[in-house]
């Protein structure tokens, strides 16, 4: 046996391998990226960063038909593009073993909504696990495929950002199982036409009965008696927040989430007068517990939005749980607020911002000096929201910036309030992000003859989640040298007459280039190229402030760069940070900004 400290993405990875997982497919979004990074460094495992999650899911669907075990892994957004094929697969089932697994992220470190990934397990009458821990997340791979293979399902195996990225120790043996099953044809089950899909669908509902009888002998599931007055049900990670805000409560921590083991529950809470439920986001375990007749105390005290921790669980119920059972007891209060060292000052606040020379900085610059109306994408530049660039007008999801920008044309074109507008609608979407999902809207544009302006920022690299490769880079999360897609010909195929290539750093370039294609009658595109400065910095050039000739204008600052700063009337550049971009001293009229280079 090995002992390890790692991440519940690292062991989630490690657990696949040692179940003998052979593919793994996925789009990169925090916080499930490291799960595909960490299989991937396994020889014997084919890894791909997919163009999307819906081909993710494909890819996964197809290797476990060919009899290969295969996990594909997203977070919860990408659980929308996938739902497609997800909807389905329940009907068509598996040969080796398929586990999805998605990874919400509440209180949105990294992500445009909360979502409650719960309900896609129950939408599509697939069983759902979730881990408390890292130990889980290994042993839950093995677990789940053994499921998936015996129920001919896929299963969902949800994690939340604290299981993903909390660090525990895990026991493990070093060893990798074989799976290799033979392929059969067999259309009726795999081919869902109508008359096909009527017969798979009580098919479906009916393994969903012998599934709940499996969960009651889960093995993760756990019933913890302590106190005999105080009953909490939870499950993921909120067990640790509840078993460290209570530690003499007694816990019914659910591994198999849907379909739940009732009888498990009814017999639990059987031993008290009311139940409480620890759970993040939706009141999915409070209303099934509500549904069999059981008091329970959840959402009505426990925020439904955010993210949970232990002392807000504790002060959410450490009231209620005294006035129910009238009993006091200090280990049912929250943990009193512990500071490691003091601290001497308050840090100034610091908001989110694109890096120095980061080249989106300079597209923004010059889509304000033309008054666009801006419709964006997910990526860095979306920071570009705030000021004072203040350049983004509306962002949804990715690919979405495409379409709404067709959107926002059609309804100026024909408006008289908003007359003015139009002409000035532009989208901007990345590489990564284009080739995710802005193609089809892009289709959609020249095929309905749309008069818009598409920007692609080309970064060469999927900056926002750590530098993952693409389709566009050339290169594949296996290390391998391949095709990269021309993202110019692309365009020209699908019908853009006008496709132009500029470098964001040229400031009037890129202004001027914007203008005349937001003038054409036509849909044109626009490719910002310049590789992301974290991966491709520009080494030995910075820029310096002739102190005699600012006149403090502070123009500079319109660019929102955070190595310039004003020292009392002067601008001045922080050298450690500046990477020699240039256009600082391309926007600064007096002149007062020049290039040092390290052999001057």
Request: aromatic share 6%; proline share 6%.
């Amino acid at each position: 046996m090995k002992r390890v400290l790692i991440s519940g993405n690292e062991a989630l990875a490690l657990g696949a391998w040692c179940a003998g997982v052979r593919v793994g497919a996925a789009y990169p979004g925090t916080p499930s990226t490291e799960i595909l990074e960490e299989l991937s460094t396994h020889p014997d495992v084919y890894c791909e960063w997919s163009p999307n999650e819906k081909v993710a899911l494909e890819v996964g669907i197809g290797s476990c038909l060919g009899g290969a075990r295969s996990l594909v892994a997203m977070k919860h957004v990408g659980l929308n593009v996938a739902a497609d094929p997800w909807m389905t697969l329940p009907y068509i089932g598996v040969n080796a073993g398929l586990v999805l697994v998605v990874a919400d992220d509440p209180g949105m470190h990294s992500s445009q909504n909360e979502q409650d990934s719960r309900y896609y397990a129950r939408m599509a009458k697939v069983p759902l696990l979730e881990p408390s821990d890292s130990q889980e997340c290994f042993d839950m791979v093995s677990t789940a495929m053994e499921l998936s293979e015996r129920f001919d399902t896929p299963v969902l195996v949800r994690l939340e950002t604290r299981i993903s990225h909390s660090r525990t120790v895990i026991e493990y043996r070093d060893e990798r199982q074989q799976v290799d099953l033979p392929y059969e044809k067999d259309a009726a089950k795999r081919v869902m036409i109508p008359g096909h899909a009527r017969l798979r669908h009580p098919v479906v509902i009916a393994r969903l009965e012998e599934l709940e009888r499996e969960a009651e002998s889960f093995p993760f599931n756990a019933v913890e008696m302590r106190s005999s007055r105080v009953g909490i049900v939870t499950s993921g990670v909120c067990y640790q927040y509840a078993r460290e805000a209570f530690p003499e409560a007694s816990m019914l921590k659910l591994g198999f989430i849907y379909p739940l083991p009732r009888k498990i529950i009814r017999e639990f809470a059987s031993h008290f007068q009311r139940l409480y439920v620890v759970e993040e986001l939706e009141p999915y375990l409070e209303e099934a517990l509500k549904a069999m007749g059981i008091d329970v105390v959840g959402k009505s005290r426990i925020p439904r939005d955010g993210e949970l921790d232990p002392t807000l669980v504790g002060e959410s119920l450490a009231e209620l749980i005294e006035m129910d059972t009238g009993v006091k007891h200090g280990g049912w209060s929250p943990p009193a607020p512990h500071t490691p060292f003091p601290v001497e000052s308050e840090l100034p606040g610091r908001p989110p911002v694109m890096c120095p020379g980061c080249p989106h900085r300079g597209l923004f610059y010059a889509l304000n000096r033309n008054k666009a109306v801006v419709s964006s994408d997910i990526g860095c530049y979306t920071l570009s929201v705030l000021p004072p660039l203040a350049g983004i007008d509306c962002q949804v999801c990715m690919g979405a910036s495409v379409g709404m920008a067709l959107g926002l044309e059609r309804a100026f074109a024909s408006s008289e309030v908003n007359a003015d507008k139009k002409g000035r609608v532009v989208c901007v979407l990345g590489d990564s992000t284009f080739i995710h999902g802005g193609i089809t809207g892009l289709i959609d544009m020249v095929y309905n003859q749309t008069v818009s302006t598409i920007v692609i920022l080309d970064n060469r690299t999927t900056a926002m989640t750590g530098f993952q490769d693409h389709p566009g880079t050339g290169r594949t999360l296996m290390g391998e040298d391949t095709h990269a897609l021309d993202l110019v010909e692309l365009c020209r195929a699908i019908g853009v007459e006008s496709v132009r290539v500029v470098d964001p750093w040229e400031l009037e370039e890129m202004e001027t280039v914007l203008r005349e294609e937001m003038e054409s009658p036509h849909t044109s595109v626009v490719i910002s190229s310049r590789a992301c400065v974290l991966r491709e910095r520009r080494s030995g050039v910075w820029y310096e402030v002739i102190e005699e000739e600012c006149t403090g204008c502070k123009r500079c600052l319109r660019l929102g760069c955070p190595a310039i700063v004003m020292r009392g009337e002067k601008a001045e550049v922080q050298q450690d940070l500046c990477v020699g971009c240039s256009m600082c001293a391309q926007v600064c009229r007096p002149g007062a900004l020049r290039e040092v280079r390290a052999h001057d």
